[in-house]
């Protein structure tokens, strides 16, 4: 599938013999690990990139026309960009729970910003990803915004070796930007003010992964997580990175006037109250053009740091012996469908970057089939000749990175909070509320999902064929809110609908 930005112009990855049993060092499980050290050196690295709220505005997914992500375009010609792969929740905590645990929204209760699955005694005792490579003679180590927040930060059980927080780092005196409706959030701030790339957050972490990646002992395996943080918000870069995008000559994204004319009410109940501005607010305060600006300057800001690490990586011994991965834990709008920000089921939110390169993985390569971040862990433990994880929910990418249009059967599932959920194939899109009401998109003809198939009284038997098709694949057995749930929750109740335990009051609505 190719990203349009406009209806215009198309722009466009055998285990060894001997296992001992040996007890783990470090969450008191049984550890498995190979006897002998040279059957660990023989099972690749994992360098794991992660970043935060970055959608399809990077060259190799040409979600942007004007995008400059040449460290990333560097990756995507070693290795398989999937061009329509997403996220299973269109915010941190649930989407990055999903991948970094191999399981659902729908299979944890996890839906918010909170809880932390450490914190739930049900889900205390999941084995994530670094947890699970740790198990089998794995070194382990994370670095910046992997979990969301300081979810498991610097706690031994998460990782042998925790490198520095995620954080924006150099800040200015006050907010750039006009007061934000909704409390005029910290973070919802953007533009640039006199600071150095080396003062910034991602600049440390980038330098972390650089340090251990030059020094990384030969003799282990290794599970090197880094995550940035930019471009979330505030979406601060030093001028440099403006310099690429002068607003003269800008491309903006399709902000299709009523657009949300044939969108149910359940679409704005799963976004109700955000302290991300609604294109409303942007236009009328001149923050649409900035915000685009300051975004696209920071995305290319955190490619140059994905470039460093790309650079240590290469420049070390474990260039041939590292798989690399690197994903965006949801994506963004600015400005599109009304609103800035994550939190809705459309390809805008859904759609993440997501590339592979290493040993076993065919160069300059792209696959279009529906996958999922939920298939990253199931993925990297089988193309590190480890044994199937127990409870993936994901299914492992490792026929497709060799053979790109291998074909899967399941679409992609998007869930933002009980009973919403979006599931994409290679052409459609259908969405589910949870009060029944629904969309449909031919991604084909429509790329940026403007014309809801099945809204009116004109629905196509083919149409509604797709739709039933796709409803199949929808999540059952939703599991209810995990204990100490909180932030952008939304719950359907007898009486109606409550976001963050407020009802809503559908007259209310902020457009
Ligand atoms: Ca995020
Ligand atoms: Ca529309």
Redo the contacts with the bound molecule.
């Keep these: 599938m190719t990203s349009c930005f406009s209806c215009r112009l198309c722009f466009s990855i055998v285990a060894g013999c001997f296992l001992l049993f040996l007890p783990g060092k470090t969450n008191g499980q049984t550890k498995e690990l190979v006897s002998e050290s040279a059957q660990n050196t023989r099972r690749p690295n994992i360098l794991m990139i992660a970043i935060?709220?970055l959608n399809d505005w990077v060259e190799p997914l040409g979600g942007h026309p004007d995008v400059k992500t040449p460290a990333m375009s560097r990756l995507a010609g070693r290795g398989i960009t999937f061009t329509n792969a997403h996220c299973q929740a269109p915010l941190?905590n649930p989407s990055r729970t999903s991948l970094m645990t191999g399981k659902r929204p729908t299979s944890t209760g996890v839906y918010g910003l909170a809880p932390w699955i450490r914190n739930v005694p049900e889900l205390s005792s999941l084995v994530t990803m670094p947890q699970y490579f740790s198990e089998h003679g794995y070194r382990t180590l994370i670095g910046g915004k992997i979990y969301h927040g300081r979810n498991g930060f610097r706690k031994a059980i998460e990782a042998d070796v925790w490198g520095p927080a995620s954080g924006v780092g150099a800040k200015p005196e006050k907010k750039l930007i006009p007061p934000t409706p909704g409390g005029n959030h910290a973070l919802m701030d953007w533009g640039t003010f006199p600071h150095r790339d080396e003062d910034k957050g991602d600049w440390k972490v980038a330098s972390w992964a650089v340090e251990e990646l030059e020094s990384m002992p030969s003799d282990q395996p290794f599970f090197l997580s880094c995550g940035f943080f930019l471009p979330?918000v505030p979406c601060y870069a030093t001028q440099k990175w403006f310099d690429l995008y002068p607003i003269e000559t800008m491309k903006m994204p399709p902000i299709l006037k009523g657009d949300r004319d044939d969108t149910p009410d359940s679409s704005w109940f799963i976004h109700w109250d955000l302290p991300e501005p609604r294109t409303s607010w942007l236009r009328e305060n001149d923050q649409l053009v900035p915000l685009v600006q300051s975004y696209l300057a920071c995305v290319s800001f955190v490619d140059s740091q994905v470039g460093r690490v790309l650079d240590a990586l290469e420049n070390s011994p474990h260039r041939d012996n590292t798989i690399v991965v690197l994903w965006s834990?949801?994506g963004y709008h600015l400005g599109e469908k009304s609103i800035s920000g994550k939190n809705s089921l459309w390809a805008r939110s859904t759609r993440v970057p997501l590339i592979f390169a290493g040993p076993g993985i065919a160069a300059n390569e792209q696959c279009q089939q529906a996958v999922e971040l939920l298939d990253l862990y199931p993925t990297l433990a089988q193309l590190a000749q480890l044994p199937e994880p127990k409870g993936m929910e994901g299914i492992s990418l490792k026929p497709q990175l060799q053979q790109p249009s291998a074909s899967r059967e399941r679409p992609a599932i998007c869930t933002h909070n009980a009973g919403n959920h979006s599931v994409c194939d290679e052409r459609w899109r259908y969405i589910r509320y949870a009060d029944g009401s629904e969309e449909l998109y031919d991604r084909d003809s429509d790329p940026n999902e403007a014309k809801n198939l099945l809204f009116g009284n004109q629905v196509t038997p083919v149409h509604r064929q797709v739709s039933q098709r796709l409803a199949a694949w929808l999540p059952k057995d939703e599991k209810p809110l995990a204990k100490g749930s909180g932030a952008r929750i939304l719950e359907q109740r007898v009486d109606g609908f409550y976001w963050q335990g407020k009802k809503i009051d559908t007259n209310a609505r902020i457009e």
Excluded: G, P, V
Aim: hydrophobic share 0%; aromatic share 0%.
């Design positions: 935060d709220d941190c979330h834990d949801h």
